[in-house]
């Protein structure tokens, strides 16, 4: 980087298990050209694969570990200290299973991301593999969004389908969608960092014009 140019944007990663969106990230990041920079991960469970991940990738870690607290508050006041910490100008949800309080969603609100896998609004929670094929949809996917109080209901930024097979299983069909977030999160991170996507009240801006849908990711 040339020294006369502005620091890179820090994004900051929260993950509680094996954090394939975080290698998928890590990976982007490597990118010559990619605008951002990740300074941190956090995660909930100190035995989290992704804090592995993390460390082979020279990123500075830290735990704050959910069952040590007897409140969600008090949970979310420590994240949120050790978040302050590294004063990120991006937190990315990747697989934080955990329900963040309002205090925290407004605290770092604009600045917040999270992937869900399922098209939105359809199935918010858990379970959104099985919940498809119940369903009888054919079509199934991924989305990432703008984190508001509402559970995985902000506004979404961007989706990716797959279609679903006669023969899917939940598990066939999380596999299928896993790959798709793997090449989703790092671009809207990427358009993030740009300064392309924007949070207003209750929608999305992509450069500075109202997105009406949810951008799409071209099929393969
Ligand atoms: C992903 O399926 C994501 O959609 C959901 O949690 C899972 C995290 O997987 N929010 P990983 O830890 O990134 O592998």
Redesign the pocket.
């Known amino acids: 980087m040339n020294a006369d140019q502005p620091p890179l944007p820090t994004i900051l990663v929260l993950?509680s298990?094996?954090?394939?969106?975080?290698q998928a990230l890590i990976e982007a990041s490597r990118e010559r050209d990619f605008p951002g920079q990740i300074a941190a991960v956090g995660c909930n469970r100190p035995n989290a694969f992704?804090l592995e991940r993390a460390a082979k990738a020279h990123i500075e870690t830290f735990v704050v570990d959910h069952t040590k607290y007897d409140s969600r508050e008090a949970f979310d006041g420590a994240l949120m200290q050790e978040i302050r910490r590294h004063n990120p100008d991006l937190v990315v949800l990747?697989?934080f299973m955990r329900i963040l309080t309002t205090d925290f969603v407004r605290a770092f609100r604009g600045q917040l991301l999270n992937?869900?896998?399922s098209l939105l609004p359809k199935y918010t929670g858990l379970n959104t593999h099985q919940r498809a094929l119940d369903a009888g949809d054919t079509l199934h996917g991924?989305s990432v969004h703008f984190v508001t109080e509402e559970l995985d209901g902000g506004p979404v930024i961007a989706q990716a389908e797959v279609a679903v097979a006669p023969d899917d299983t939940a598990e066939s069909l999380a596999e299928k969608?896993?790959e798709k977030?793997h090449i989703l999160y790092p671009i809207v991170v990427r358009w993030f960092c740009e300064g392309r996507i924007q949070l207003g009240s209750d929608y999305v801006t992509f450069d500075g014009e109202l997105l009406k849908k949810p951008m799409r990711l071209p099929d393969n």
């Open positions: 993950a298990g094996s954090g394939t969106n975080l992704a990747a697989g992937i869900h896998p991924v969608v896993q977030e």
